[in-house]
């Protein structure tokens, strides 16, 4: 046992240095755990297992989702809904100090509920609203900034991929999970705004007001989003309310936003081409991942891995909202190494059993000891936290990937001043853990209704 032990932690060593080496982690993964299980099982105990993964893995009704929320994602990309949703929101808020900002937030969650993406919600909105904030005079920390913390709301507003896949990983209800993130992806468009408005008070150069737009420009912009508001309601509507499940709510929602852009005139065959590639692409690319976090976790079993962090972290004495915070915090860290897709898939097979164990195991109820909560509801409220941190990660130095992007397109404002801009966000965001862990029924209390 011991031996296994020390194999399996040697493994993840190698991980590590294998991810800190730029190879793509599903390829690290599936080396590692393909070598794991050899030297630890043999050859041929490998190859058994490896004949049917694939098919086990991919076959899984609820990851069926998976692609259709991605072609949702692509199509919305090209169909034009960041205009109307940055239009509509400018007509509305725009008018105030830092009002513009606040608009690119609130499109922000809008092109986020739709799309499910937090990169591809960064790249779109910064072409829509950085050329607009610039031309108003908003300072380049405020500007990209905002645009790098509003492409994080696309990770944790449903519909979200990496939602999904927590899912998958710890058997949970999508619909449950999809619920408990409702509230807190709303409270973080709240503290967002709330940080702008405290931002341009404390600076007022920075977010300079606009004029007051006329009665029908309002109207215009209102009537204009609709369709945009129609498609959210009705595939996140549609599945809170029971009308269907998830997979074919996404192919309701991608088939909504096909027609919208096709009606537009942006979404033509060209477009719906590309679309259609990226999404063989994007979907691929994440059943590898899921296929080589697989391999992993089966090594790491048969290593002890799992089993010795836990036993570790209960016998610790640690209390265990002690232990929560000190995950969360290494979620934080990783963050900055890889993307969020990946570090949860790496990250919650090693947990999720410290937290159950935590606990005290799969039945402990709200008058006993552990979290005060069961392990259903244990999984619900921890996902949403760990999707939160996984979030900061991306407006965190050194990696940052939504730093990198709106950097990208802002060539003229050095990428100092966008982390400068971040902060206040990531403020914001450890405002909101601290919220969510001290009143959980914030994530809980939504899925708590529907059941009941």
Do not use: H
Not at 246 to 275: C, D, E, H, N, Q
Not at 347 to 363: Q, S
């Amino acid at each position: 046992m011991a031996d296994a032990l020390l194999i399996g932690f040697s493994g993840l060593g190698i991980l590590i240095a294998l991810i800190a080496m730029r190879m793509p982690i599903a390829y690290a993964m599936i080396i590692v755990g393909g070598a794991g299980v050899t030297i630890l099982n043999g050859p041929a105990i490998f190859f058994s297992q490896l004949k049917t993964l694939a098919y086990g893995q991919f076959s899984i009704y609820d990851l069926t989702v998976v692609p259709m929320f991605v072609l949702m994602g692509s199509i919305a990309t090209r169909a034009g809904l960041s205009k109307d949703l940055f239009r509509a929101a400018s007509a509305w808020l725009g008018w105030m100090r830092g009002g513009l900002a606040m608009s690119a937030i609130a499109a922000c969650a809008g092109f986020g509920a739709v799309c499910g993406s937090s990169l591809a919600t960064a790249s779109t909105m910064g072409q829509v609203a950085l050329p607009e904030l610039s031309k108003r005079g908003y300072s380049g920390a405020l500007a990209t900034g905002t645009l790098a913390a509003g492409g994080v709301l696309g990770i944790l507003i449903p519909p979200s991929v990496v939602l999904v896949i927590y899912a998958v990983i710890v058997e949970a209800n999508i619909v449950t999970m999809f619920a408990a993130a409702l509230i807190p992806g709303i409270l973080a468009v709240l503290l967002f705004l709330v940080t702008i408005a405290i931002y341009v008070r404390v600076r007022p150069d920075a977010g300079p007001a606009s004029d007051m737009p006329t009665k029908a420009e309002l109207t215009d912009a209102s009537i204009r989003v609709l369709p945009v508001l129609g498609v959210f309601g009705l595939v996140i509507g549609g599945i809170y309310l029971g009308m269907f499940n998830p997979t074919p709510a996404a192919a309701v929602g991608a088939f909504l936003v096909w027609l919208y852009g096709a009606v537009r005139g942006s979404v033509g065959i060209s477009a719906m081409k590309s679309a259609l590639l990226e999404t063989a692409r994007t979907t691929g690319m994440i059943y590898l991942i899921l296929l080589g976090a697989e391999m992993l976790k089966i090594f790491m079993s048969r290593g002890g891995v799992p089993q010795a962090v836990a036993e570790w972290m209960v016998n610790s004495g640690l209390p265990p909202m002690t232990v929560m915070l000190i995950l969360l915090l290494a979620l934080i860290l990783l963050g900055c190494l890889m993307d969020s897709l990946s570090m949860i898939l790496l990250a919650i097979p090693f947990f999720w059993p410290v937290l159950v164990e935590m606990n005290g195991g799969d039945y402990v109820f709200a008058d006993e000891a552990g979290f005060g909560m069961d392990s259903e509801e244990l999984k619900v409220w921890f996902g949403i936290l760990a999707l939160i941190v996984v979030e900061l990660g991306l407006i965190t130095p050194p990696v940052g990937m939504n730093v990198f992007v709106i950097s990208a397109m802002a060539r003229g404002i050095p990428m100092r001043q966008t982390f400068l801009g971040v902060m206040p966000f990531f403020l914001a965001e450890i405002v909101r853990v601290g919220l969510l862990l001290a009143f959980p029924a914030l994530t809980l209390w939504l899925p708590r209704v529907l059941a009941g």
